[in-house]
């Protein structure tokens, strides 16, 4: 059984940087891509960023192009969201989610940060 845990997060002004984590426990050799979402109240599920497992590729979202990154830790098995110069847009709960390979949805999802920005 695979869990996503998360950490990090929290409350910061404008400008500010966090950086959330996300560390799997469990196997991994079937894992297509990890996700980066966030949820503003009362919306749905936001694409943020794309860690594509085997290939290390990454892709943004045009929101946070240039201002969040991602990277992988093997020796921690954790990837982690770096995310710069925050602005009060930003501010939801932030989820990491797994697709295995050949899935059409997430088989896996952390629980849930909340990062909130004030201007």
């Not at 990890?34 to 109240?41: E, K, V």
């Not at 599920?45 to 943004?60: K, L, M, P, Q, S």
């Not at 969040?68 to 990837?79: E, G, I, L, P, Q």
Request: proline share 2%.
């Amino acid at each position: 059984q695979v869990h996503l845990v998360q950490s990090g997060g929290g409350s910061v002004q404008a400008g500010d940087s966090l950086t959330l984590s996300c560390s799997v426990n469990g196997r991994t050799d079937d894992f297509g891509e990890m996700d980066w979402l966030r949820q503003a109240p009362g919306s749905g599920d936001d694409f943020v960023a794309r860690y594509t497992w085997a290939e290390g590729n990454i892709f943004y979202a045009d929101s946070v192009k240039g201002r969040f990154t991602v990277s992988r830790d093997d020796a921690k098995n954790t990837v982690n969201l770096q995310m710069n110069d925050l602005r009060p847009e930003d501010t939801a709960v932030y989820y990491c989610a797994v697709r295995r390979d050949h899935s059409f949805s997430y088989d896996y999802r952390g629980q849930g940060t909340q990062v909130t920005v004030s201007s």
